[in-house]
């Protein structure tokens, strides 16, 4: 299970929304400085999000991208760092710019839940390096809705049907972000991460709610029989200290 290091920006800083709430917003400084943290420190990414673009679907934080793509390049020398970003990536000349730019992976979102055929045509051109984000809603009634447009928006779709609509495709992996767990600290959705590992046979990368270095290892030990995490987005956690880089790369390492 590998390690995303996440930085969210907006307006040039780097913050944590809670709940993908724009008017919970707390905010921690130089976005460059922050993953220059986290790269020093090994992880193997850094998971990068526009979050006005998340919204809006114009990007505003070409530069700080631009940067973390410059710091990672430098520091392949010491075991290479790859990036992964989304937020607001909505048409195929937007992944292609994206990826020539140094971008190693991008996570379509609203793009990807409202018109998932096109989301598999961009990843059959670019396998391995086009994802899809699936930031979800549990209903009254238990269903469990894709949510887009910086989950102001509902989609009309739910998590299973859209997944049985990409199996097989050459998607790089599917990051699930629990909206009800964001930024909460309370915990990822355990369950809910076990129920998405049995419905698609494609890389999983969980995220929303890690707080502490047992829920990595909670997360690290869903599945079975060959079927794990691939990943796991760390923000909050990582950002206010709670426990190091090198602390949670351990913590994932159980899941080898």
Request: glycine residues 16%; proline residues 4%; aromatic residues 4%.
């Amino acid at each position: 299970m590998e390690l995303y290091a996440a930085v969210d920006v907006r307006a040039g800083t780097a913050v944590r929304l809670t709940q993908g709430d724009f008017a919970r917003q707390e905010g921690y400084g130089d976005p460059l400085a922050l993953a220059a943290r986290f790269i020093a420190a090994g992880t193997p990414w850094v998971h990068v999000v526009d979050l006005e673009a998340a919204r809006t679907g114009v990007p505003h934080e070409q530069a700080a991208l631009g940067g973390i793509v410059r710091l990672a390049r430098d520091a392949v020398g010491s075991g290479g760092v790859r990036v992964q970003t989304g937020g607001g990536i909505r048409t195929e000349a937007a992944v292609r710019e994206l990826l020539e730019s140094g971008v190693d992976r991008v996570v379509l979102g609203t793009a990807a839940v409202e018109e998932p055929a096109r989301a598999a045509q961009w990843a059959r051109r670019w396998p391995g390096r086009v994802a899809v984000g699936l930031d979800y809603l549990v209903g009254e009634d238990g269903e469990t809705e894709a949510r887009g447009h910086g989950w102001l928006a509902g989609s009309g779709r739910s998590v299973p049907e859209l997944l049985g609509g990409w199996e097989g495709e050459p998607i790089a992996a599917v990051v699930a972000t629990s909206i009800a767990r964001d930024g909460m600290l309370e915990g990822p959705d355990l369950a809910g991460m076990e129920a998405l590992l049995s419905l698609t046979s494609l890389p999983l990368v969980a995220s929303g709610g890690v707080a502490e270095l047992g829920d990595l290892k909670a997360l690290a030990g869903l599945g079975g029989a060959g079927r794990r995490l691939a990943g796991v987005i760390v923000g909050k956690a990582l950002v206010e200290g709670r426990f190091s880089v090198e602390e949670a790369l351990t913590a994932c390492a159980a899941s080898a």
